[in-house]
């Protein structure tokens, strides 16, 4: 009850200083302290908690503006390989659209700079369980894309569609900086920093959810800091609880300045919790500045090169792999295995896609000792099989475009193969303490991100296995065959030759 009557005192006050008067009088007659009275309490750090710091004059201009966000619209065309039931191998187009938000922020040469996510930017070059394309199947390769300005996503008047060009593309931000020959509005705000928001300060998104129509989003920060392992991404990203939908991808998001009472730019929205129906990640700006101003991606490694390929590595793989109850690890989306040889040979196999119902190898490449330095080792022979058994390729026979997939398969094989046996030994101490738990766990992020870096190199490398595998009444060899020193196919065996990588 004392609540009510309260409310009922508070709203019989017909003013900010009578109410003033009272609470300082309460306090007096009770002898408690009165509470600071402060100017503006929902902006009393860098940015403001509600909306309604925005300054008029900042309101009007965004009124006045012509629009700084574009629905952008990308498109593919993939090559989608099948057997058909003649047995004749048919490869089928299939084509997929999808839209996504931008905003330009620089003019130059009469050019204008536009900021996306990579993923509207992008589709991927080959389709696995990991990198997906709408209905696009498993194992399908990306042949054309295109990139427009368009009004909506029911847009079919292609003659003022605006091309746009990748200018910078960074898969770990999930940032794309586009350019059109036209010159387009930009945003007339400062780019603010994201490290300044508070939990509650209130955040202004524009987009076009759904690609259907430009909207404008409110919501409040509700996380500052949330780290992004998701596939290829690697970045800080804050938290917010604004309706956001498919299509608001790479929408520009506002927070208001208290110092100046006008919005800046904090970040770009770039994804949602699947499982949240208002948990919206923001890529903080703070990240993203220098590839704004520079144009050039950090020199942060790839994943790909978390692993040193040397002499080392080497030793260490090869004495993990020979104790190992099991030589199997990750490629891709496919299985791969590495086994020890007398003479310091490392096998390397990659298994067939139905791998373990049926166990053939569709590769075996021989990865021999390096003659002096402090390279990895040598590419020895390959063979190609299926399940007429293992056929002997001779490499140095092939095209330069085989030659060269040929030493990125083996290359991916030794970094994959390291990280995972790497893995393996580590998780034997993980529980000991909580500082071999913590390597355990960054061993396997680096795991997971060097292999999905080579989920291209699956596909390609299926087509050359494809195409040069053993057919009936080709002579084949088994693979306990080369497991042995100088055994195999002598006759046809390739000289040891540098990978194309130098390893």
């Known amino acids: 009850m004392k609540y009510y009557a309260l409310f009922s005192i508070f709203a019989a006050m017909t003013s900010v200083g009578a109410f003033a008067e009272a609470l300082d009088l309460a306090a007096k007659q009770s002898s408690v302290t009165p509470i600071p009275k402060t100017e503006a309490p929902h902006c009393s750090n860098d940015y403001a908690d509600e909306i309604s710091s925005l300054l008029p004059n900042a309101r009007e201009l965004e009124m006045r503006l012509s629009s700084y966000t574009f629905c952008i619209r990308t498109a593919a065309t993939y090559e989608c390989p099948s057997y058909g039931p003649d047995g004749n191998l048919r490869r089928k187009k299939m084509k997929v659209v999808a839209h996504g938000t931008g905003f330009g922020y620089r003019q130059q040469g009469g050019e204008t700079l536009i900021i996306t996510n990579q993923h509207v930017s992008d589709w991927t070059a080959v389709t696995d369980e990991e990198h997906t394309a709408q209905e696009i199947p498993v194992g399908c390769k990306r042949v054309s894309d295109s990139l427009k300005i368009v009004d909506d ?48 300060n209130v955040v202004d998104v524009r987009g076009f959810p759904l690609g259907v129509f430009k909207a404008t989003n409110a919501g409040k920060v509700i996380a500052v800091y949330d780290h992004d392992e998701y596939k290829d991404w690697d970045h800080n990203d804050f938290v917010v609880d604004a309706l956001l939908s498919p299509g608001n991808s790479g929408s520009p998001v506002f927070a208001v300045s208290c110092k100046t009472g006008e919005f800046e730019l904090v970040g770009v929205y770039h994804a949602g919790y699947t499982q949240g129906s208002a948990l919206n990640v923001v890529v903080g700006i703070d990240q993203i500045r220098d590839l704004m101003t520079t144009l050039k991606r950090d020199s942060k490694p790839r994943p790909e090169n978390l692993i040193s390929l040397d002499s080392g590595a080497r ?44 166990s053939y190898p569709v590769f075996v490449i021989e990865d021999l000792p390096s003659i002096g330095g402090n390279l990895f080792g040598q590419f020895g022979r390959v063979w190609i099989g299926n399940r007429q058994g293992l056929k002997i390729f001779n490499k140095l026979k092939a095209d330069a475009e085989t030659q060269a997939q040929l030493d990125k398969l083996l290359d991916g094989l030794r970094q994959v193969s390291i990280a995972s046996f790497d893995l393996n030994d580590a998780d034997k101490e993980a529980a000991t303490s909580r500082e071999k738990f913590e390597k355990s766990k960054r061993l396997e992020k680096v795991l997971r991100k060097i292999n999905d870096s080579h989920s291209e190199l699956i596909q390609n ?43």
């Open 461 to 503: 490398s299926l087509e050359i296995a494809e195409h040069h595998g053993p057919q009936p009444g080709d002579v084949a060899v088994e693979l306990r065959a080369l497991l042995e020193p100088n055994a195999g196919d002598q006759k046809n065996a390739l000289p040891a030759t540098a990978s194309a990588s130098g390893k």
């Open 153 to 200: 996503e029911s847009d079919t008047y292609e003659r003022d569609d605006i091309s746009l060009a990748k200018v910078v593309v960074d898969p770990q931000l999930d940032i794309a900086i586009l350019k059109s020959k036209t010159q387009l509005p930009v945003m007339p705000w400062k780019i603010g920093h994201s490290a300044n928001l508070k939990v509650r």
């Open 315 to 358: 030793t260490r793989l090869y004495s993990l792999a020979k104790k190992a109850p099991e030589p199997f690890f990750p490629l891709g989306s496919m299985t791969a295995a590495v086994r020890t040889r007398a003479d310091g040979t490392l096998i390397y196999e990659l298994l067939n896609r139905s791998f373990p119902s049926r």
